[in-house]
């Protein structure tokens, strides 16, 4: 179960590229098998209640150190990324409990500041 729920988050981080010839593939998870089992077991073995979880606890996590920065004519938000992942989560809860939870359009902007 714990390989289906990677699939769902899904779990890769890109500072784990591993070179294979010419390709290079992601290798590295963002969660441990532990934390994986841990949220399974919290979340009666549903792979996609834990994987609910897993980006809930992210998206509190990340919030705490997310920020905004703009200068030489842009803006950088990094909190933006987090109403995706909140998405997603309440997507996943859904499948969980059997509710159809529609997932909201994404649109990235990029927008200057003068």
């Given amino acids: 179960m714990r390989d289906q729920v990677r699939r769902l988050i899904p779990d890769k981080t890109l500072t784990g590229l591993t ?3 010419d390709v290079y ?3 590295t998870f963002v969660f441990s098998d532990e934390e994986l089992d841990d949220y399974l077991r919290d979340e009666a073995q549903s792979p996609y209640a834990a994987a609910a979880a897993a980006l809930e606890g992210v998206v509190s996590g990340g919030v705490l150190t997310a920020g905004k920065v703009a200068g030489l004519g ?3 938000d990094d909190t933006a990324g987090y109403s995706a992942l909140t998405a997603r989560a309440r997507w996943l809860r859904g499948q969980a409990n059997g509710t159809v939870v529609p997932m909201a359009s994404q ?3 990029n927008t200057p500041v003068w």
């Fill in 19 to 21: 070179p294979s010839g």
């Fill in 25 to 27: 593939t992601l290798t």
């Fill in 74 to 76: 842009y803006s950088i």
């Fill in 107 to 109: 649109s990235v902007t």
